[in-house]
């Protein structure tokens, strides 16, 4: 089912409305990449942290107002939790972006804490070191 045909009454309690569960993942991606924990990002937006966790989840639906704010505290424009999204955004497209790597706790903390190194030096060498770990791992089990 896509988007353009879903309705709201299609989308239950059960069964988040594929939109809001992309503008949660989104939200949650941003809120980590910027060191930003779940109380922080509550109390930035006056509600409890149990709320920001079914934002992110999509369970509950996020205000505009609130959305709004969350991209000011996220420093980001509010069109950012919109963005990557497909236009056939669908169950199985949702699944596929929470099965992608690149949006799991780990790596966005990676990414954050490889971008606090200043020196370049570092940085290069710690590209180089996981590059042959990962090329190394890879020949071993024959990739």
Known sequence: MFVTELSLSDCSATHPHPIDIHVGSRLRERRIAAGVTQEGLAEALAVTFQQVQKYERGANRISA?????????????????????????????????????????????????????????????IYSLVKTISQNTCQEIGL
């Open 65 to 125: 107002s609130k959305l709004w704010e969350a991209a000011r505290r996220l420093q980001v424009q509010p069109s950012y939790f919109f963005e990557e999204m497909p236009d056939d955004l669908n169950e199985a497209a949702l699944s596929a972006l929470k099965d992608d790597p690149l949006h799991k706790r780990e790596s966005l903390e990676l990414v954050r804490y490889f971008q606090d190194i200043e020196d370049k030096a570092i940085k290069r060498l």
